[in-house]
T-cell receptor, first 117, second 112 residues
Framework: AQTVTQSQPEMSVQEAETVTLSCTYD???????LFWYKQPPSRQMILVIR??????QNATENRFSVNFQKAAKSFSLKISDSQLGDAAMYFC??????????????FGTGTRLQVTL | DSGVTQTPKHLITATGQRVTLRCSPR?????VYWYQQSLDQGLQFLIQ???????AKGNILERFSAQQFPDLHSELNLSSLELGDSALYFC???????????FGPGTRLTVT
């Protein structure tokens, strides 16, 4: 079974600075998807960024980028130019690409990000 | 707004009772997923339906059941409720059996 680990329960960053959230995962599969979801106080789950394991290029979405290290099974999220609206819980998630298995998301325990002035 | 709707937003009920949570997927989406978010267990996958049929089960208790109707909306039934069932229940949908999952706003269940 796949597992996702987020070892930083809380992080803090000053507005306009850069912060990196860590995520490691364990799987025996070679092809899969990785995601970062944001959960603000409203509790809505918002997809921030996704990475396909077969792609070597790291995904980027505006101020959000990932550092995907497949051999190390590491998938970190970098937020540049942090804004107050980035304050939220961030979840790392895994999904298999195997069409014979469930397409469920397996989530980490989350990292709470605080943004200070 | 993801296009996935869930009702009710909040539900308060007593132990031993039964409740039904409703989810309407995005227009055109055939798959519906249910997830539970609790303080103890984090975010957990419960069950997936695709075009009316159950496709995958996760850590869903026997007291819980779900179904997907011909119009593709889904209901999650929780019975013999216990205090530990208090959680946020999310529904998500995707176009096919595979694909991006878009989450609804969730239903917060409080069992007293």
């Amino acid at each position: 079974a796949q597992t996702v680990t987020q070892s930083q329960p809380e992080m803090s960053v000053q507005e306009a600075e850069t912060v990196t959230l860590s995520c490691t995962y364990d799987t025996s599969e070679s092809d899969y998807y990785l995601f970062w979801y944001k959960q603000p106080p409203s509790r809505q789950m918002i997809l921030v960024i996704r990475q396909e394991a077969y792609k070597q290029q790291n995904a980027t979405e505006n101020r959000f980028s990932v550092n995907f290290q497949k051999a190390a099974k590491s998938f970190s999220l970098k937020i540049s130019d942090s804004q107050l609206g980035d304050a939220a819980m961030y979840f790392c998630a895994y999904r298999s690409s195997n069409t014979g298995t469930a397409s469920k998301l397996t989530f980490g325990t989350g990292t709470r990000l605080q943004v200070t002035l | 707004d993801s296009g996935v709707t869930q009702t009710p937003k909040h539900l308060i009920t007593a132990t031993g009772q039964r409740v039904t949570l409703r989810c309407s997927p995005r227009s055109g989406d055939l798959s519906v997923y249910w997830y539970q978010q609790s303080l103890d267990q984090g975010l957990q996958f419960l069950i997936q339906y695709y075009n009316g049929e159950e496709r995958a089960k996760g850590n869903i208790l026997e007291r819980f059941s779900a179904q997907q109707f011909p119009d593709l909306h889904s209901e999650l039934n929780l019975s013999s409720l216990e205090l530990g069932d208090s959680a946020l229940y999310f529904c998500a949908s995707s176009v096919a059996f595979w694909g991006e999952q878009y989450f609804g706003p969730g239903t917060r269940l409080t069992v007293t």
